[in-house]
């Protein structure tokens, strides 16, 4: 079994200051189908143990991508690498990769134990080793006793579990997970969220993660490639991510966001700031660098940005409230503020208090609680 290591410590250097090569790195790469552009020159490195998401909408070139790295498809142009090792025009099979499919693949003729055994026999390994190995990646899984029983026997769960298994037992340099929980229902899918980033951290294996599902990439990440139509847009953190979109897609993908109606007033370095209705705020400048003063920005702020106060309270924006929605542990307010904003704006307000003091109908005033508003240029596209 790998020793553990720590993707978020881990650098782009040793201990020596010796440069660590990345474990999956991607030159130029780009896919066509016929005349369409699946790919477009994706450049992307991964560290060594990091838990890599690949995160956008429903035809975005994530799996496109992830096929390129499982050998599952030949690039058109660009250079795919390995743990170092060039892997362009390597067949699957050789490229020492696991894999977890989104319907998990597993043969319904083989038992459990048969079906983690596979990997390990088509690469000859000794029978004794396979009993081992099959066995510590059933305690691996929590599949202890199992062994024995075959795929249909099994909940959506253990068959995922079986297929992460059969994946990891022939110690792969690189795992790759393709959108594994869509079809666990949701209590289920964040239990294994959970277990399956606490396995990829015990044995420290690179990870590269498919899916469209926000809050999985946020929870479960060391960094996120968000994509969309073919192009990798930002690639950081997911709090990074989620407080400094790269672009108005990453913005708007990621997360809920309110777009306010704004101006540029004036620069201050690295800093800008706007005006929305009456009230100011700071925003980064680098992503409206080619806007000039006084003309118009979209301003984007996310639901946990804002506050309700009293309507006509000085700083802030006047608006009217037109839905309320109790989610537990907050209330979410729909409040209509013409002139500010071209659609209602949402505001994440805490505990239950909302309900009777912010009833629909009442006047609201609206202000900005935070400094991670980012604003880009109007109309800018994705």
Not at 169 to 185: H, N, Q, R, T
Not at 190 to 209: A, D
Not at 325 to 350: K, T
Request: charged share 20%.
């Amino acid at each position: 079994m790998l020793m553990r290591t720590d993707p978020l410590t881990a650098n782009t250097q040793s201990a020596a200051g010796e440069k660590v090569r990345p474990a999956v790195q991607l030159d130029g790469v780009t896919k066509r189908f016929g005349d369409s552009v699946a790919l477009h020159e994706a450049w992307l490195k991964i560290r060594p143990c990091e838990f890599m998401t690949l995160l956008g909408p429903s035809g975005c070139g994530k799996t496109t991508l992830l096929n390129l790295v499982a050998g599952f498809l030949e690039a058109d142009n660009g250079e795919i690498f390995i743990d170092g090792d060039l892997v362009t025009e390597t067949p699957a099979h050789r490229r020492e990769i696991g894999i977890v499919f989104q319907n998990y693949a597993l043969f319904p003729h083989m038992s459990v134990a048969g079906n983690i055994a596979y990997g390990l026999k088509t690469r000859g390994v000794d029978k004794k080793e396979i009993v081992r190995r099959v066995d510590d990646a059933l305690a691996l899984v929590k599949l202890t006793g199992f062994a024995d029983r075959k795929p249909r026997q099994l909940s959506g769960g253990q068959q995922q579990r079986v297929a992460l298994a059969r994946a990891l037992v022939i110690k792969p340099k690189v795992l790759l997970l393709d959108e594994p929980f869509s079809a666990l229902d949701k209590n289920l899918r964040g239990s294994m969220q959970v277990e399956l980033k606490q396995i990829q951290r015990e044995l420290g294996v690179t990870t590269i993660f498919v899916t469209h599902d926000q809050g999985e990439a946020l929870s479960m990440s060391d960094r996120i490639a968000v994509m969309s139509a073919g192009r990798i847009r930002q690639i950081a953190a997911p709090d990074d991510v989620y407080r400094r979109p790269a672009d108005r897609f990453v913005a708007s993908f990621v997360g809920d966001a309110n777009v306010l109606n704004g101006r540029l007033v004036e620069r201050r370095g690295e800093v800008a700031v706007v005006s929305i209705g009456d009230i100011s705020a700071r925003v980064p400048a680098a992503p409206i660098a080619a806007v000039a003063i006084g003309e118009a920005v979209d301003v984007f702020a996310r639901p946990e940005h804002l506050s309700v106060t009293a309507q006509g309270a000085s700083g802030s924006l006047s608006g009217t409230v037109t839905t309320q929605v109790f989610q537990g542990g907050h209330v979410d307010l729909l409040i209509d503020a013409p002139g500010v904003s071209d659609a209602p704006i949402l505001v994440r307000v805490p505990g239950i208090a909302a309900l009777s003091s912010c009833p629909v109908g009442a006047g609201a005033g609206l202000t900005i609680c935070s400094e991670d508003i980012v604003a880009f240029p109007p109309g800018d596209a994705p």
